[in-house]
């Protein structure tokens, strides 16, 4: 007989494959395909061509923001998780909020910060790096200028954020 955790590790697979878009078919899923299995995006950027970009930020205590691009005829592209630093390394000083956006997604509203002193506003993402844990990135922006200054990347341990209630880090 098979244990009882066995139905529920099949359901959590399920569960993972829809939030992260598993399910879809590139070549073949539409939008509506897409947000059947996805839910409602966080944000939409329609291309010149007809193509269109969209988000699936799965945080505050998830680690992955899915992002979802449909080709000109409305079939999907490709789903990837943009919380790497393979995205990371694209964000540049000047860059301003737009790109940021449609490079990353939407950070998480609660976690942005002001810092009137020095004119800056901050941006945070919460992602799970290459060794495992769990950690934030941040885009420090002027906020005179709407652009970006520096960024900045921390494990949740080296801010004092170790609370193992907030969920594993998992790859």
Not at 28 to 34: G, P, S, Y
Not at 69 to 79: F, S, T, V
Not at 158 to 163: E, R, S, V
Request: glycine share 8%.
């Amino acid at each position: 007989m098979k244990s009882p955790y066995w139905f529920a590790s099949v359901l959590l697979f399920a569960g993972c494959a829809s939030y992260s878009g598993g399910t879809l078919k590139p070549g073949e899923a539409t939008l509506a395909d897409v947000e059947r299995v996805m839910g409602p995006p966080a944000m939409r950027w329609p291309g010149a061509d007809g193509s269109l970009k969209i988000a699936y930020p799965r945080g505050p205590h998830g680690y992955h923001t899915w992002m979802v691009r449909l080709a000109p005829d409305g079939k999907l592209r490709d789903i990837r998780n943009v919380l790497e630093p393979e995205s990371f390394n694209t964000i540049r000083p000047g860059m301003t909020q737009d790109e940021v956006l449609l490079a990353l997604g939407p950070s998480q509203p609660h976690w942005t910060q002001r810092f009137p002193a020095r004119n800056e506003l901050v941006w945070e993402w919460r992602w799970c790096n290459n060794f495992g844990e769990p950690s934030r990135f941040d885009v420090i922006f002027d906020e005179r200028s709407s652009r970006v200054r520096s960024t900045l990347s921390q494990t949740e341990d080296m801010i004092g954020l170790n609370d193992m209630s907030r969920g594993s880090c998992m790859r």
